[in-house]
């Protein structure tokens, strides 16, 4: 059972990347799945979390109408579409599974961590 987080890498202010998280050894489809992330000195935010429960989604204000959450239970990924992207992005990037379907309980089987840096 886990998770690998990829797609990490140095990108200029206004440029996109496209994280991937590769689920492993349990049902996908059953569970909310997020992205969260920790920059140095800062406490690990959630970013966005897709629901299993509705299908709904969540992100936090910083990233909205920036970043998009998607997963495909059929190829267990799960996916984190990040557009014009900041400084304040840098951060290590993680993917991480709910106890449940909703988005609302602990995040409790994480993946590595996929660092991403935004910087001219």
């Known amino acids: 059972v886990q998770l690998q987080a990829s797609g990490g890498g140095l990108v200029q202010p206004g440029g996109s990347l496209r994280l991937s998280c590769a689920a492993s050894g349990f049902t996908l489809d059953l569970y909310g799945i997020g992205w969260l992330r920790q920059a140095p000195g800062k406490e690990r935010e959630q970013v966005a979390c897709?629901?299993?429960?509705?299908?709904?989604?969540l992100y936090a204000e910083s990233v909205k109408d920036r970043f998009t959450i998607s997963r495909d239970n059929r190829k267990r990924m799960v996916y984190l579409q990040m557009n014009n992207l900041k400084p304040d992005d840098t951060a290590v990037y993680y993917c991480?599974?709910?106890?449940?379907?909703?988005?609302?309980?602990?995040?409790?089987?994480w993946g590595q961590g996929t660092q991403v840096t935004v910087s001219s």
């Open positions: 991480a599974t709910q106890e449940g379907s909703s988005c609302h309980a602990q995040y409790d089987l």
């Open positions: 897709s629901s299993a429960e509705d299908g709904s989604t």
